[in-house]
């Protein structure tokens, strides 16, 4: 994995938290599991590994205190692809890790794991059996220009970027070897998802 001085990945960390959280009724990033809200775990997982850490809200106000890169949608309403243009376009480095603001058991060991297998890759995505996770993987910026075109067309599904890519998939198999295993990927979108995830903790 190439690092700066600092030892700090050459990648920006992106928080995407523009969702509309509506089937829960309240900001998702900050639900407390295990004693600490999502998005303070995330925060400090990213600012471990990252120089660079960008949030995207349509809330700025409420997450002032994380001090970090805060930014809001360039092109409004036009959902998690959207929010993936928005952060992108603002980051400095010419590649960025991407997660969801409401997945409390990310892995930092994985990330790393994630950016040391980059390479010459454009996407790098993991897909634990049940599909490709596109809101925890990296991205390159040269897919700016794309992901425009598609936010224009009201093509707003991630996957649609893959075919012209060169993507690494990480399997199950990889993902296993990792004390979370495919728990990282959990994301929460209603209380008994909450309940739920509270029984994994």
Do not use: W
């Not at 509309?20 to 775990?41: E, M, S």
């Not at 490709?132 to 992901?147: C, D, G």
């Amino acid at each position: 994995m190439q690092t700066n001085p600092d030892g700090l990945s050459q990648l920006t960390g992106i928080i995407l938290a523009g969702g509309k959280n509506r089937r829960i009724g309240t900001n998702k990033a900050f639900l407390v599991v295990n004693g600490t809200r999502i998005i303070d775990r995330t925060v400090g997982i990213f600012k471990d590994i990252f120089a660079e850490v960008i949030i995207v809200t349509n809330e700025p106000l409420a997450y002032l205190d994380q001090n970090i890169t805060i930014v809001t949608d360039i092109l409004p309403d036009k959902g998690a692809l959207g929010g993936l243009y928005t952060g992108l376009f603002f980051a400095h480095h010419s590649r960025a890790f991407v997660c969801a603001c409401d997945m409390p058991f990310i892995d930092k060991k994985f990330i790393e794991y994630m950016i040391s297998q980059a390479g010459s890759y454009d996407i790098v995505v993991p897909d634990a059996g049940d599909g490709l996770q596109p809101m925890h993987a990296i991205y390159s910026k040269k897919f700016l220009v794309e992901i425009k075109t598609l936010l224009e067309q009201d093509k707003l599904k991630i996957a649609c970027m893959y075919k012209n890519s060169r993507t690494l998939i990480i399997y199950s198999d990889t993902i296993d070897t990792f004390p979370p295993g495919k728990k990282m990927f959990l994301n929460v979108n209603t209380y008994d998802d909450l309940q739920m995830i509270a029984k994994e903790v």
